[in-house]
């Protein structure tokens, strides 16, 4: 038997249940097999493809190692592997397990409120104790770049392998820069966030390996798994108006829907679900009538464009490496 498309996806917690609800809405619903301790699964509807349910910072690893073909898992743990741009392509934001990771400090820093007054401060501190500032994350590689980005050199980093909001009162470091999705937790430990310490704005994506191995029957599995993915999204973004029959002259009305952004489908419109009313109104206008509006469950476009963009990675990958 040919070897699978291996897809990774969250192993358990909220975000299991959440990629769980997405892969079942566009009709790709998770099924458990018999795999050691239950960590492999299979899609109903989705022959060739083996999943593979791993913790979240595991996927990310899988995925820069080229373990597993496509996996699920958030950008912030993406971004900390190295060259993750020629590695590991991001195919689609999947809107949901969003988080912002930050720059926190003592809300008693009365007068830090941005990223060049952490500059001098850390600066002083350097000069006044002859030792550098402590920085407690996890997130190694984003902090030294924001930091950098920022003219900040006078800091040291604290490996955080639990709580890191409570560091600084703990007397572990001096500020932080870890995940947050209320700030509550932050506000909790006496923390605030720098006017300009927003370092990424997070969430799940579907991201696939530049680094594994992509036969042709898996990148075919990739493709119709990809292409059900984008029509469930596109038809989550749209609607059809139809109409019994045309009418004389309305013809430049539907022209300019179409110049709009509108896809013409036989005696009817597909549109923005944002544009329904004004779309509706025009075509009422013109004569025509009485519009009806319905939602697609599924819009197949003849290009896949995250298929496209995988393939275009995958043939620059392999000329650079030539």
């Known amino acids: 038997m040919s070897d699978p498309l291996i897809i990774a996806v969250p192993s358990k917690g909220r975000p299991k249940e959440q990629v769980d609800a997405w892969l079942a809405d566009c009709g790709l619903d998770l099924q458990a097999g018999g795999g050691a301790r239950g960590y492999v699964a299979s899609l109903k509807g989705a022959p060739g493809v083996q999943v593979r349910l791993l913790s ?6 899988a995925l820069d190692l080229g373990d597993v073909h496509l996996g699920v898992t958030g950008e912030d743990l993406l971004r900390e592997r190295s060259d993750v741009d020629n590695r590991i392509l991001l195919l689609r934001p999947l809107g949901f397990a969003r988080a912002d990771l930050v720059v926190a400090v003592p809300k008693s820093w009365v007068d830090v409120d941005t ?7 850390t600066h002083d501190y350097l000069a006044r104790t002859g030792r550098r500032m402590r920085v407690a994350t996890k997130y190694l590689a984003q902090t030294r770049a924001f930091f950098a980005r920022h003219g900040i050199a006078d800091y040291r ?5 639990g709580a890191t909001e409570g560091t600084p009162a703990a007397g572990v470091a001096e500020l932080i820069v870890d995940i947050t999705t209320t700030g509550a937790t932050l506000e909790a430990n006496g923390l605030k966030i ?13 991201a696939a390996s530049l680094r594994t191995a992509w036969a042709p029957h898996q990148l075919a599995a990739a493709e119709g798994v990809l292409r059900l993915i984008e029509a469930r999204a596109a038809a989550t ?12 002259g309305s013809e430049a009305v539907i022209g300019d829907l179409v110049k709009a952004g509108a896809s013409r489908r036989p005696n009817g419109l597909l549109v923005g679900v ?4 004004d779309a509706a109104s025009r075509l009422t206008s013109a004569g025509l009538g009485p519009v009806t509006v319905s939602r697609p469950d599924f819009v197949f476009d003849i290009a896949c464009d995250s298929f496209e963009r995988l393939q275009s990675s ?8 030539n």
């Open 56 to 61: 979240a910072g595991d996927i990310a690893e």
């Open 115 to 121: 990223m060049f007054d952490l500059e001098e401060v």
């Open 157 to 161: 980093i604290t490996e955080s392998g």
């Open 194 to 206: 720098l006017g300009d310490g927003l370092i990424l704005k997070s969430q799940f994506h579907l």
């Open 237 to 248: 973004a749209s609607a059809t108006l139809a109409w019994p029959t045309a009418q004389p």
């Open 274 to 277: 944002n544009h329904i009313a």
């Open 314 to 321: 995958l043939i620059f990958n392999i000329c650079v490496k």
